[in-house]
């Protein structure tokens, strides 16, 4: 009789924990990429808002004083 080809208990709950690990793993690079998207998103956006108010700032400078500094 040829061997069992099926693989024993201890290897097939290794191979799982190992499956289990790496879906781990993935999730939480997805999850991290995610959040630094995010972050980068929010971090744009208040750039262009700042990049307004300073806009803003000269143009009220360029009012009050005929000139920017």
């Not at 290794?14 to 995010?38: G, I, L, P, V, W």
Request: no cysteine.
């Amino acid at each position: 009789m040829a061997k069992d080809p099926l693989i024993s208990r201890s290897q097939l709950r290794k191979q799982r924990n190992e499956t289990r690990r790496s879906a781990q793993q993935q999730d939480r690079e997805q999850a991290e990429k995610k959040y630094h998207e995010e972050e980068e998103r929010i971090d744009n956006y208040y750039r262009k808002q700042l990049k307004k108010i300073n806009q803003s700032i000269r143009h009220v400078l360029v009012k009050i004083n005929g000139r920017v500094e």
